[in-house]
Nanobody, 120 residues
Framework: VQLQAFGGGLVQAGGSLRLSCAAS????????MGWYRQAPEKQRELVAT???????NYVDFVKGRFTISRDNAEKTVYLQMNSLRPEDTAVYYC???????????????WGQGTQVTVSS
């Protein structure tokens, strides 16, 4: 099972970016998916999560600016980021709880991270 993240880059404050993360491999089912971020010299922190049924959860500092969504058929999760601020600069990681084929429990998998840089 692999998660591959795309879409990071450099953007000016107030701009937008859309991240995507696709899961691949021998997968039976994916439950929760989410995005986390890690700024330099800081711990990794939660940004947003989404259940397989589409229920979303956001941390306060992105509410109203970021939107998480997913395409279950494509095994992909997205993060639309609007009104970006310099403090949003970080490496963004996707995460998914995956039940591999032939297994009975879910395991957490992480993407490789994609850099988002917001200039002032």
């Amino acid at each position: 099972v692999q998660l591959q993240a795309f879409g990071g880059g450099l953007v000016q404050a107030g701009g937008s970016l859309r991240l995507s993360c696709a899961a691949s491999g021998n997968i039976t089912r994916i439950s929760d998916m989410g995005w986390y971020r890690q700024a330099p010299e800081k711990q990794r922190e939660l940004v947003a999560t989404i259940t397989s049924g589409g229920t979303t959860n956001y941390v306060d500092f992105v509410k109203g600016r970021f939107t998480i969504s997913r395409d279950n058929a494509e095994k992909t999760v997205y993060l639309q980021m609007n009104s970006l601020r310099p403090e949003d600069t970080a490496v963004y990681y996707c995460n998914a709880d995956v039940r591999p084929q032939g297994d009975f429990i879910f395991y957490p998998y992480w993407g490789q991270g994609t850099q988002v840089t917001v200039s002032s």
